[in-house]
């Protein structure tokens, strides 16, 4: 509270500002490839927010600037060019300003299409890169697209720490608080108009997250008129895409329409097994009835199915490769992946606009709904069909508690080897009795979102904007099992296997193909958000402060009772509600046009998501004891240089998150007993600290050169305490809290580093551009300090008992502890990446082909993992380390080798 109150004096003292002498400017831009005039090229002076946009002719002028500025001047699809003024008389002319085509503006349009890769499957891990796609920052365009391949997270933040939003409705899920880019996946066309703030940079349309606020105006008469055909290829998570988008243009009678259109698809990616089918379609239509009206209305549709992939131990990768994937085997000669996703979330959307000097007030209203489904193969009273489950593969034989039995080690490596897959027919001959041994059924989620919300953003005068928003958001969420594939069988049992239960007391036992069972519940979540904001800018200050209240609230209602959890699983949950208040500030100095310094900072209260709230939702309505909100404090500091050749920012920032809550779920054996469970986290703290730095250098008319570096330190930093939540049996009863809860105490984590992807990056760049319009580009990057998600549980005093004498392991001393739970950094590693491009113009039509090769010399690297945390004793995991082979050995996802993407574009 001290930095907003700092940055609010700092505010209204600036707003005292002294009379100075008033200039003007004004000139045309036109294309130097066509000599014709550009329109809506937006014309601005920097560290202000005074701008113009050139009118159908080109023309523009700028009245009221006080000082030598520097002018910036962009349109879409052309190179920005600046352009410092000295101001000497009232009125300057600039005569005709030429801007040349952006011929890398392919780059960002299609580098974005290659993120899916980074939205990975069961570590749910998501990549802030379509986040970033918008800005022109050096540094945030290599994070994006180059360090994102593995994994990379800007100040290692979640994307959950950003916000998106489309036409000014925020996009991000209640579940985990991320942007589903699935949700418009495809239609890379209609996402060309973005506006981004970087961090806790002030945005037009929300108060946002302090990882950066991006904005997707889709409204057609923001898009380029026209037609545009598109033809891809890629060995990356899909092989072919088309693609074709009509825009009208905004038309005499005040009508302008977009459509469009794509198909993805591939039988399998450079994942083996990952199949890739997926369809796209939009349409857009706005209408203005004056200067100052107009609506329109969006639809979207994205429709997403794709095979997914698992994280390997070491000694699977060293047995298949980096390739290779558990979930998939041949049926009838034909890839068949037993855990694929199926998303399709449609989007219907009105807004409104009032649009005039002083005042801009956009409203919108959307509705969500659709279906999020991710299959999985189940098994009952049956053997595990997972090819990898740690009894099939040879370090179970070496690990075996009579000693180390190399010859069945030996036959086991022969028999994965030779069968690494799912056999689907061996499935189908067990289930040959009725009643199903094994099944295929899908974890659904049927959503139904209801967004309504109001911005206005009021100019004062040339230095004064405030900023408002208003916005209510609503979700009904039904949550179920549901049986796809019986296998040839004609019934499931669903009981139980592990307790003998009910899973649902009150319906029929025997479940067929299309019918719920397992679970079945509904989640609602209400929001309200209301944000100020307030701009000032002067001819040495920016500054500005925003505020932002929120009223969350959650409920569950059971629609099974289960019978382990008879008198919590059936009917409404009590309501669980947060009231935040979010505040941040900023103060710019400008020493000059040329160099300039930016000190932002933030308070932070955030409410836990839906997925961190209920603590087992699929069968009970327990909460999460005296849950709280998140708090957030950061501040980061920024220098900014622009020359006339050299142009770059670093920047320094500090975050601490603390009170985090986090859920966990895996089977255990503890020294207090064994079961499946749900691990409750709670006052968890992380800090996350660094720099960033970005330069470009324009060495030539030609040639660029540029440099990148991110040092950062994201670490945990508090012990937090450990609840597990048992669902079966192997329970010490008398240990267990009313609510089913075993408090475990603090887990020692504290100054563990977190698994937030690489903590250093370096990269080099060069790019060459050719007059006759085509460009190529490399870079050479290098990543290091990488962390797996280390288990929890093992760091906790549990960890130290013998499950036989409830006695500490006489041999786990302080020193043989933190050797067997000593963190290690995955290997550093080099990426080599090359772009290019080249285009023509000819008779108004254009073509365009742009070529990606990722890791050019087929590096093999890791991009993440987790600890395994089923050995949940100091003697079971030091047995299972003795070989150098364990069974329970860490979990890793590994990078993709060698890839390309070719694209081919014709527009006219």
């Not at 199949?275 to 100052?292: Q, T």
């Not at 563990?752 to 007059?771: F, H, N, T, V, W």
């Not at 742009?850 to 590096?859: E, K, P």
């Not at 079971?876 to 590994?894: C, E, H, I, M, V």
């Amino acid at each position: 509270m001290r930095y907003l109150l700092l940055f609010t004096v700092t505010f209204f003292i600036g707003l005292i500002s002294y009379a100075q002498d008033v200039y003007g400017v004004k000139g045309r831009i036109v294309s130097s490839r066509t000599n014709t005039p550009i329109s809506e090229a937006l014309i601005g002076i920097d560290q202000t927010n005074i701008s113009e946009l050139s009118d159908e002719e080109g023309y523009f002028h700028i009245e009221s600037l006080t000082a030598d500025v520097l002018l910036t001047v962009e349109a879409p699809g052309y190179s920005s060019k600046r352009i410092e003024l000295y101001l000497e008389k009232a009125e300057l002319e600039l005569g005709t300003i030429w801007l040349d085509d952006d011929v890398t503006i392919e780059q960002s349009a299609n580098l974005i299409t290659l993120t899916d890769s980074e939205l990975t499957d069961d570590n749910d891990i998501s990549n802030p890169s379509g986040l970033l796609q918008a800005t022109r920052d050096v540094f945030l365009q290599r994070a994006a697209f180059d360090f994102g391949q593995a994994f990379f997270r800007v100040k290692g933040y979640d994307s959950s720490n950003g916000e998106v939003s489309i036409n000014g409705i925020s996009m991000n899920k209640f579940y985990d608080g991320r942007p589903q880019w699935n949700n418009w996946g495809g239609l890379n066309d209609i996402q060309r108009n973005q506006q981004f703030s970087n961090g806790m940079s002030p945005s037009d349309y929300t108060f946002g997250g302090i990882l950066g606020n991006t904005n997707i105006d889709v409204r057609p008469t923001g898009l380029r008129k026209g037609t545009r055909l598109t033809a891809s290829a890629s060995n990356r998570t899909y092989t072919g895409r088309l693609m074709v988008t009509y825009n009208s243009g905004l038309k005499d009678n005040g009508l302008a329409y977009t459509v469009s259109s794509s198909k993805r698809w591939g039988g399998e990616g450079y994942i083996d097994g990952t199949l890739y089918d997926a369809y796209s379609f939009f349409g857009g239509l706005e209408y203005h009835f004056n200067n100052h009206h107009s609506i329109n209305f969006t639809g979207i549709l994205a429709s997403n199915r794709r095979g997914r992939s698992s994280a390997i131990t070491e000694e699977v990768f060293n047995l298949m490769g980096n390739t290779y994937n558990p979930y998939w085997g041949e049926q009838n000669d034909k890839i068949r992946n037993s855990r694929e996703r199926k998303i399709s979330e449609p989007i219907l959307m009105f807004n409104h606009r009032y649009e005039s000097d002083k005042v801009s007030i956009n409203s919108g209203f959307a509705y969500q709904f659709g279906t999020h489904r991710r299959s999985r193969l189940g098994y009952y009273n049956a053997p595990n069909p997972d090819p990898t489950y740690y009894r099939y593969l040879p370090s179970f034989y070496i690990n075996g508690p009579l000693g180390a039995n190399f010859k069945s080690a030996v036959m086991a490596e022969k028999g994965f080897v030779e069968n690494p897959q799912i056999n689907w027919s061996k499935l189908y001959t067990a289930n040959n009795n009725g009643m199903a041994s094994y099944m295929l059924y899908d974890d659904v989620i049927d959503d139904e979102q209801y967004t309504v919300n109001t911005i206005a953003n009021i100019y004062l005068n040339n230095h004064l904007q405030l900023d408002f928003g208003v916005n209510a958001k609503f979700l009904k969420s039904s949550n179920y099992a549901k049986i796809d594939d019986l296998l040839g069988a004609d019934y499931h049992s669903d009981i139980d296997t592990f307790s003998s239960t009910l899973n649902d007391v009150n319906g029929p036992i025997e479940k067929r193909e299309n019918d719920i069972f397992n679970y079945n519940y509904r989640l609602s979540a209400a929001e309200y958000r209301l944000f100020g904001q307030a701009r000032y800018h002067s001819k040495k200050f920016n500054v500005f402060s925003a505020i932002a209240f929120k009223s969350l609230g959650y409920s569950r209602e059971g629609l099974f009772q289960n019978e382990r959890f008879n008198d919590t699983s059936l009917g409404k949950s009590e309501d669980v509600s947060f009231q935040n208040i979010e505040t941040k500030a900023g103060l710019g100095y400008k020493i000059n046009d040329r160099h300039w310094l930016d000190l932002n900072a933030g308070y932070i209260l955030k409410a836990p998501t839906l997925q961190n709230t209920f603590i087992n939702p699929r069968e009970n309505n327990l909460v999460v004891p005296e849950i709280q909100n998140e708090r957030l404090n950061a501040i980061d500091f920024s220098y900014h240089l622009r020359l006339p050749k050299l142009s770059g920012r670093l920047n320094a920032y500090y975050t601490r998150f603390q009170n985090t809550t986090d859920i966990n779920f895996f089977f255990v054996d503890t020294g207090v007993g064994s079961d499946f469970v749900q691990e409750v986290l709670t006052d968890l703290d992380k800090l996350h600290k660094g720099l960033e730095l970005g330069l470009e250098y324009q060495a030539s008319s030609y040639v660029k050169l540029s440099a990148v570096a991110a040092v950062g330190r994201f670490v945990y930093a508090s012990n937090p305490n450990v609840r597990i939540n048992f669902d079966t049996a192997g329970r010490e009863e008398d240990l267990i809290n009313l609510d089913g809860a075993l408090d475990l105490g603090p887990a020692m984590v504290k100054d563990y580093k977190l698994a937030q992807g690489p903590q250093q990056a370096y990269s080099m760049g060069i790019e060459y551009r050719d007059p006759k319009y085509w460009w190529l580009s490399m870079t050479t990057n290098y990543l290091k300090d990488s962390y797996i998600n280390i288990s929890t549980i093992t760091r906790t005093q549990s960890f130290l008992l013998d499950p036989e004498t409830g006695q500490n392991f006489p041999d786990a001393t302080e020193e043989n502890v933190a050797e067997l739970l000593r963190q290690s950094p995955l290997e550093d590693f080099y990426l080599l990446n090359l772009v290019g491009g080249k285009s023509w113009l000819h008779n108004g039509k254009y073509l365009s082909v742009f070529a990606s090769i990722n890791n050019l010399f087929d590096a093999t690297f890791r991009t993440g993992g987790y600890e395994q945390s089923r050995n949940g004793n100091f003697g079971q995991l030091r047995d299972d380390n003795l070989s150098g082979s364990p069974s329970f050995a860490p979990k890793y996802w590994y990078g993709y080798g060698r890839t390309y993407f070719i694209n081919l574009a014709f527009s006219f």
